[in-house]
């Protein structure tokens, strides 16, 4: 270039944009920041990623929400025959106690059947008890419904994203500790440069 030529400040303008990329950075902003920042979002993001994870075991039991078979039960009324005996202290806890069946009857399909049925401690003769029976109108325990399976599917939802939802809080606040702890020693040693 001729020493009488100017250079075209609008052509180094545009090559310095262009081979630099011009971010808009805080000056005050350190590379503890910076880095603190990153993983930040990194956490945030494997956790968006995790979502999937979190639904797929929900969607899976919601799925096989009517495929357990149920027990056939049904209730009648039955009837005791003899009464049962009143509360006695417990003396060994080998074996059953079958000191709370009595003999009963009841009506199924029309017909009459007798049995033996388990009744609370102290039940008089002649007592009307509400009992499960099978289809073949035998007294059975009562079987204690099962949970659904939507509802099973929801809680195991509600559970994953709360187990989620405290690794994120707990990596967030391992982040921030130690980036806090980094900050505090760069500044304790800015300020002994300072001092010194």
């Known amino acids: 270039?001729?020493?009488?030529?100017?250079?075209?400040?609008?052509?180094?303008?545009?090559?310095?944009?262009?081979?630099?990329?011009?971010?808009?950075?805080?000056?005050?902003?350190?590379?503890?920041?910076?880095?603190?920042?990153?993983?930040?979002?990194?956490?945030?993001?494997?956790?968006?990623?995790?979502?999937?994870?979190?639904?797929?075991?929900?969607?899976?039991?919601?799925?096989?929400?009517?495929?357990?078979?149920?027990?056939?039960?049904?209730?009648?009324?039955?009837?005791?025959?003899?009464?049962?005996?009143?509360?006695?202290?417990?003396?060994?806890?080998?074996?059953?106690?079958?000191?709370?069946?009595?003999?009963?009857?009841?009506?199924?399909?029309?017909r009459d059947k007798p049995g033996v049925i388990t009744v609370p401690p102290g039940t008089d003769a002649g007592t009307r008890i509400l009992i499960t029976v099978d289809a073949q109108g035998n007294p059975r325990p009562a079987v204690p419904i099962p949970a659904d399976a939507g509802v099973t599917a929801v809680m195991v939802v509600v559970v994953l994203l709360g187990v989620l939802m405290g690794t994120v809080i707990a990596a967030m606040t391992w982040i921030r500790r130690r980036y806090d702890h980094k900050r505090d020693m760069l500044w304790d040693e800015a300020l002994h440069r300072f001092f010194s």
């Open 1 to 110: 270039m001729p020493q009488d030529q100017q250079p075209n400040n609008r052509r180094l303008a545009t090559r310095r944009v262009m081979g630099r990329p011009v971010t808009a950075t805080n000056p005050l902003e350190r590379s503890v920041d910076i880095t603190e920042r990153r993983l930040q979002k990194l956490v945030f993001i494997l956790a968006i990623f995790l979502l999937p994870a979190i639904i797929a075991p929900g969607v899976l039991i919601w799925q096989t929400r009517d495929d357990v078979p149920r027990v056939e039960t049904s209730t009648a009324i039955a009837t005791t025959t003899s009464a049962a005996a009143p509360i006695a202290p417990i003396t060994s806890t080998i074996g059953a106690d079958n000191s709370n069946k009595v003999a009963a009857h009841w009506s199924w399909q029309g």
